[in-house]
């Protein structure tokens, strides 16, 4: 619970998810479209593509910037293949990239490998990547320390293969603590790979506190209904609930083998967080952004049909 929180504004800030989740979030009409917040612009800038090696030039990197209405898309030298996974963090201004990451490292504005920036998600799935691009969609979000200045945390899941699913989960939740000032204003990594949680997760989404003085960070488990919340703020990330909240459809089909979660996120004003999972459906939960509390869960499926009346908040 925050202290002198007062729950009236609105203005949330939500992490705008990667580019390869862009057409799930248009389908998901504005639910999870989500902001860092006025004149904070880190996510203006994405990037796609191969590294310009690649034989084929049509396919060479590229870049978008949100600065523009339309954004606009312009070619982008770049020898780092962003393949997939294309994890990007700008400058406040959105104008200026601070570093980006491929999956197996990450590398600073002069597109080398950031100062104790390699083997980021490092496990046997980042051994059967490398050297190619590593193979995921959820490129991981960052977001400034609160209250440290020119310091920024890195959230992301690293894969790992399990044998009794045909799908690739995330291997629990890890964050990675860079400092912009290190090595000469290229950015060093101060820690990397720290596990938040040990086991498998779903996606995870980012919102503002309400007082936006923090971030809080919400992610699910595996196959379940057993959901973990985060308090960010200036002294570190700290487990503040795990909510457990039933949701009597998923017992139809609880082996792991039937659940593919791939994205999660907050709606613009924080208040909503759902979880999709492509075998079935989305996952809504109401959230309060003061007491950082999940409740009143309820299932959408792909038919169209909602099956809220079976989820118990």
């Not at 929180?5 to 009409?29: E, G, I, M, P």
């Not at 950031?114 to 980021?120: Q, V």
Request: aromatic letters at 16%; hydrophobic letters at 35%; one cysteine or more.
């Amino acid at each position: 619970m925050l202290k002198n929180c007062s729950c009236n504004d609105k203005r949330a800030f939500t992490h705008r998810t990667d580019y390869a989740q862009l057409v799930l979030w248009v389908f998901l009409f504005s639910l999870i479209l989500p902001r860092v917040g006025e004149s904070q612009n880190h996510d203006y800038i994405w990037y796609y593509g191969y590294n310009n090696d690649w034989e084929f030039p049509t396919f060479h990197g590229g870049e978008i910037s949100f600065i523009t209405n339309p954004p606009t898309a312009s070619p982008k030298y770049r020898p780092v293949n962003m393949q997939l996974y294309g994890h990007v963090m700008a400058d406040s201004t959105g104008t200026e990239v601070l570093y980006y990451s491929n999956g197996l490292h990450i590398y600073n504005r002069e597109n080398e490998i950031m100062l104790n920036g390699d083997t980021i998600n490092y496990n046997t799935w980042w051994e059967i990547c490398y050297p190619n691009p590593y193979i995921s969609s959820l490129s991981g979000l960052s977001i400034p320390y609160p209250g440290r200045q020119n310091e920024y945390l890195y959230l992301h899941q690293p894969i790992e293969p399990r044998l009794d699913t045909v799908f690739l989960p995330m291997d629990g939740v890890s964050y990675t603590h860079i400092d912009m000032q290190g090595d000469n204003g290229l950015g060093e990594v101060l820690s990397k790979n720290n596990k938040l949680f040990d086991g498998y997760s779903s996606p995870l989404g980012l919102t503002k506190t309400a007082d936006n003085s923090g971030w809080w960070l919400v992610h699910g488990t595996f196959a379940d209904s057993i959901y973990y919340t985060y308090l960010i703020d200036s002294l570190g990330i700290h487990l503040t609930s795990v909510d457990t909240l039933p949701a009597s459809y998923y017992n139809l089909f609880d082996l792991p083998l039937f659940h593919d979660y791939r994205h999660a996120g907050f709606s613009p004003d924080g208040t909503k967080f759902a979880v999709f999972d492509n075998m079935h459906g989305i996952i809504l939960l109401d959230f309060d952004r003061c007491a950082g509390e999940l409740s009143n869960a309820r299932f959408y499926g792909i038919d169209g049909a909602s099956a809220s009346s079976s989820l118990v908040a």
